[in-house]
């Protein structure tokens, strides 16, 4: 397996939510995926490529609640989303939600732009965008990782 830098994605992603119907209905909507299996307890969102990014959502107890910025495990999401054109979209699919934080450029990079809200559970996501040709600059992962842990709460 070749492990060189930046070769890689993501495939799968496993959320634990409260309300399965609440989160298939929200995360369908703002990633624009579709249901590629429920049962009663999961459901698997994405593409119908083989190659598409896969959202497996499994419900918890009533009771289950999230820790904070110590413990293990996921703690938001951030995606680039490929265009400000799509990062407007994902911005009106999250205040429909009622779940929309922020919008902004990226300190010293005006071309790249982030959104940033969070799923019913309270799961930060950030979104990147920027219709400009390039990359974005490695040192802006500080921000955005910094911006994610002031979003934990």
């Known amino acids: 397996m070749d492990h060189d830098a930046g070769r890689g994605s993501i495939r799968t992603l496993l959320v634990a939510v409260r309300d399965l119907a609440r989160s298939v209905e929200f995360y369908r909507d703002v990633f624009d995926v579709e249901i590629l299996l429920h049962e009663d307890q999961l459901a698997v969102l994405g593409g119908q490529s083989a190659h598409s990014h896969r959202f497996v959502l499994r419900q918890t107890g009533s009771n289950a609640t999230r820790h904070g910025q110590q413990e293990l495990g996921i703690r938001g999401l951030v995606l680039d989303v490929g265009s400000t054109a799509e990062l407007s979209r994902v911005e009106a699919r999250l205040r429909a939600h009622g779940l929309f934080r922020d919008r902004r450029h990226l300190p010293e990079e005006e071309a790249w732009e982030l959104v940033h809200g969070h799923d019913p559970d309270a799961l ?30």
């Open 124 to 153: 930060p996501l950030v979104f990147v965008a920027s219709d400009a040709v390039g990359e974005l600059p490695p040192e802006h992962y500080r921000h955005v990782a910094s911006l994610m842990y002031s979003l934990d709460m």
